[in-house]
């Protein structure tokens, strides 16, 4: 996929704009609202000390596990539903042009690249894997709204604070990471993969369909959830387990670690993939020492106290 130069600094000014978006939320949520201690020290005890027999214990849980099964029947639902808008998707050119396998290969492999299917009813059920994938992507929103309306009752009101300002910063940085993905991690990956050693006369590839859609849909997903990075030590350092001296302190471990992690995901063994991940994971680390530092600071008692400004 070529890209010109305008193309490019939009790409990146967009995917920086995604990227630095949770520390502008954070900056507003620690500069607006201000954390809570529990009202005059009070203390959460479990209800499982006011029952006296297995029984009491059973019925307790029995509605919980009434509404548990209800949100869980709603987001598989939510995920059919998608599904089979996703079918529509996967096989309908009206939305992008193309069925979504041959939008993948136009945009992402090298030119000339041709999927073949071998096994019986492989095409048929990579197409159906697909419509799964865009069917639970669709459905997300909806599933994750089922499963914090199931456990937000049970949070505290510093907890909810956490929840509400986690899940969109989760979200946009998936997408961020996908985004990243589509324009240069897997265009780079594939065009190593499928051009090692290829004369286009004696020696030429023909991927499975099987095999490349599951080397996209592996790309996309690991450059989502490395983005995920920010929000992860972030969250981490509002429960209190590190803190943004910490990581500063442990840079260079960090470094080797990352190094060696990109290097065990990565589908190529060419240094240039690898520091296509290496590079975009050790700046979210950067990134996420910046956001730690936005933490309010804990006082002797373990309660969450506004840091000074200065």
Request: hydrophobic share 55%.
């Amino acid at each position: 996929m070529e890209l010109t130069t305008t193309q490019l600094i939009v790409i990146v000014s967009v995917l920086t704009f995604l990227i630095l978006l949770p520390l502008v939320v954070i900056v507003l949520v620690r500069l607006f609202i201000k954390d809570e201690a529990p009202a005059n020290g009070e203390e959460v005890v479990s209800s499982l000390t006011e029952f006296t027999s297995l029984g009491d214990v059973w019925r307790a849980f029995v509605p919980h596990l009434v509404e548990l099964r209800d949100r869980m029947i709603k987001a598989l639902i939510a995920i059919a539903i998608g599904t089979i808008i996703g079918f529509w998707i996967v096989n309908s050119p009206m939305l992008l042009g193309d069925p979504l396998p041959v939008f993948l290969v136009r945009h992402l492999a090298p030119p000339g690249t041709q999927l073949q299917g071998i096994d019986t009813g492989e095409v048929f059920f990579a197409y159906m894997r697909m419509a799964l994938v865009v069917g639970i992507t669709l459905a997300m929103p909806f599933v994750l709204y089922q499963i914090v309306a199931f456990f937000l009752p049970g949070l505290l009101p510093h907890e909810k604070r956490i929840l509400f300002i986690a899940l969109p910063i989760v979200t946009e940085l998936f997408i961020a990471g996908v985004a990243f993905g589509w324009f240069f991690t897997v265009p780079a990956a594939l065009g190593f993969l499928l051009g090692f050693g290829v004369d286009g006369t004696t020696i030429v590839t023909q991927p499975r369909v099987d095999s490349f859609i599951g080397t996209v849909a592996t790309l996309l997903l690991w450059n989502g959830l490395i983005f995920q990075l920010p929000a992860v030590v972030y969250i981490l350092a509002r429960l209190g387990v590190v803190t943004a001296a910490r990581l500063a302190a442990t840079r260079r471990y960090a470094a080797v670690i990352i190094f060696i992690i990109a290097a065990l995901i990565t589908p190529t063994g060419d240094p240039y993939n690898l520091l296509l991940l290496a590079i975009p994971m050790y700046l979210l680390y950067e990134l996420g020492i910046i956001l730690a530092r936005f933490v309010p600071k804990r006082n002797n008692e373990g309660q969450m106290t506004a840091a000074s400004t200065g």
